[in-house]
């Protein structure tokens, strides 16, 4: 009996949105250039162009295909450094070296940073990846940290009492353990590790990536490729986002474990 | 109680934290081969020291502690520890939980699996095998650790408030079901607890322990049958009187 009811409710509010957003588009499209710019907000049929062009011509999956490359990359390098390093600090001599350097690295703006890689690496794409590693892999070091704070020293003393040795105790217990913290702080990772691949191409724009193309077009004051271009990366942030959360909420569901972030 | 000969010897045994707290103080405790050890006291008075000390997760200040006339040193293999809030792993299944021991042990998945589901199905949890610990109430996770607790195969088990959380009448049935295991298997039990009639019900032989630092204030044998129906046993008498010479102990301790 709901379902019918419920139906031309759903249609309404469909409705009221498109006619917020037919708008939105409406009075950006008219507006006069003394009070929105072409070359600072583009119009509405110039970023459709822009958008049709780019994924026409597969610059669009080129430039997203690269930027994700140095994403994920940076994630899949960064993500067992930290976790390593986080054990290391975890032992009692390991706590005095690691701590002290892991805070200031944690402290420094990592986008002062990309000075320094241009020095290092010149303009080449090395800089991009080396920046995701330095933003992101604190960022793991700090989740394990705490996942390994949490793990319950009972069922460690359980294991030794069962005969598990350091590695089978490491294995079956104390990685299972931090899993969720490391599984939230995924997700996490993803839209920082892509913000900084964006911000390190836009600051080193060398390749076809959208940091690139995006420093590129508002070099050339083009307004429409600009904000076709931020559109792009709002898509692939979204899927990224939906592509990663869903795995770890059934994980969550599956093993009645909470996971932070999720 | 089969055996009867020493299975654990604590002599002389005191214990202080490193910011001076001083926990046991010159305590002197055998547990037999084959019997259910209930130790009651105040709360805080030491009495997880003591499991933790047969353990081997706790050493003494000064004194000894042996397991079959060996000294503990280090954590002792021969003890399995059921607490209150249980050590079960919550990403693993009921079935999985329960053959850890065997895991550990090198036991092939077949054999192990074939072991667990047979001491599940005998506790009363073998149709919950796939579930997660998260799934089950606290009586089918009691009964879990138990079922794991059996399965590591331990000489000695250490049970600290193991039913202290879960409502009273399903505490009598775990209790029942614990006395029944222990005349299959005639294990050792060092059973902790604050409760007197649980104490009464279950064990062969009693310890009161003092207000902290904790020292032995009495050992009463509970001279009645045993294997028992533990909801019958506590309506004797012979139960009754015990309780109130027990609290009689107690009282003052708790008033300190």
């Known amino acids: 009996m709901a379902g019918p009811a419920r139906r031309p409710r759903r249609v309404r509010v469909?409705?009221?949105?498109?006619?917020?957003?037919?708008?939105?588009?409406?009075?950006?499209?008219?507006?006069?250039?003394s009070v929105l710019p072409d070359y600072a907000f583009g119009r509405p049929a110039g970023v459709l162009a822009a958008l049709v062009s780019l994924i026409s011509s597969g610059t669009a999956f080129i430039a997203t295909a690269e930027t994700l490359r140095t994403t994920l990359l940076g994630i899949l390098v960064a993500a067992p450094i930290g976790i390593l390093v986080a054990f290391a600090a975890a032992a009692a001599v390991g706590a005095w070296v690691i701590e002290p350097v892991t805070t200031v690295l944690y402290a420094t703006p990592k986008v002062g940073l990309i000075s320094l890689f241009i020095l290092w690496f010149g303009l080449s794409t090395r800089g991009h990846f080396a920046l995701v590693l330095?933003?992101?892999?604190?960022?793991?070091?700090?989740?394990?940290?705490q996942g390994l704070s949490e793990v319950d020293p009972n069922t460690v003393i359980a294991f030794r009492l069962m005969g598990a040795g350091r590695l089978k105790i490491a294995r079956s217990l104390v990685i299972r353990s931090m899993t969720p913290n490391l599984l939230g702080v995924t997700r996490l990772a993803f839209p920082i590790a892509f913000g900084a691949t964006v911000f390190a191409e836009l600051?080193?724009?060398?390749?076809?990536?959208?940091?690139?193309?995006?420093?590129?077009?508002?070099?050339?004051?083009?307004?429409?490729?600009?904000?076709?271009?931020?559109?792009?990366?709002?898509?692939?942030?979204?899927?990224?986002?939906?592509?990663?959360?869903?795995?770890?909420?059934?994980?969550?569901?599956?093993?009645?474990?909470?996971?932070?972030a999720v | 109680m089969s055996g009867g000969g020493s299975a654990v010897e604590l002599r002389a045994v005191s214990l202080a934290f490193g910011d001076g707290l001083q926990v046991l103080d010159g305590i002197d405790l055998g547990v037999r081969e084959g019997e259910i050890l209930a130790l009651i006291g105040p709360s805080g008075c030491g009495k997880s020291?003591?499991?933790?000390?047969?353990?081997g997760a706790l050493a003494p200040t000064s004194g000894s502690v042996e397991c079959f006339g060996q000294p503990v040193r280090g954590l002792n293999r021969r003890v399995s520890y059921m607490t209150q809030r249980d050590t079960l792993l919550p990403w693993r299944s009921a079935l999985d939980n329960a053959a850890l021991p065997l895991e550990i042990a090198g036991v092939g998945r077949r054999e192990r699996y074939e072991r667990a589901r047979a001491e599940l199905a005998r506790l009363g949890v073998g149709e919950f095998g796939a579930f997660r610990p998260h799934q089950l109430s606290g009586g089918m996770r009691s009964r879990l650790s138990l079922a794991r607790a059996l399965l590591a195969d331990a000489q000695i088990f250490l049970m600290d408030e193991p039913f202290a959380a879960i409502d009273a009448l399903l505490r009598l049935r775990l209790q029942q079901l614990l006395v029944d295991v222990w005349s299959e298997t005639r294990r050792t039990i060092v059973y902790v607890t604050h409760d007197l009639n649980e104490a009464i019900s279950l064990a062969h032989r009693i310890v009161v322990l003092s207000h902290r630092p904790a020292r032995i204030l009495a050992v009463r044998d509970v001279d009645l049958p045993h294997p028992r129906d533990v909801a019958q046993i506590r309506t004797t008498e012979r139960a009754q009187a015990m309780y109130w010479e027990l609290w009689k102990i107690l009282e003052g301790e708790l008033q300190g």
Do not use: C, E, H, K
Not at chain 1, 16 to 28: E, H, M, N, Q, S
Not at chain 1, 134 to 145: C, D, K, L, S
């Open chain 1, 134 to 145: 330095m933003t992101v892999g604190p960022v793991f070091y700090y989740a394990a940290r």
């Open chain 2, 49 to 55: 020291t003591i499991l933790n000390l047969i353990a």
């Open chain 1, 203 to 260: 600051r080193v724009p060398v390749g076809v990536n959208l940091g690139a193309l995006l420093s590129r077009y508002a070099l050339a004051l083009d307004g429409d490729n600009t904000v076709a271009i931020m559109l792009i990366m709002g898509v692939v942030a979204y899927i990224l986002d939906v592509a990663i959360s869903r795995p770890l909420r059934a994980y969550a569901q599956r093993t009645g474990t909470g996971i932070p």
């Open chain 1, 14 to 33: 469909l409705g009221a949105r498109l006619a917020v957003l037919a708008l939105v588009f409406a009075v950006w499209q008219l507006l006069p250039q």
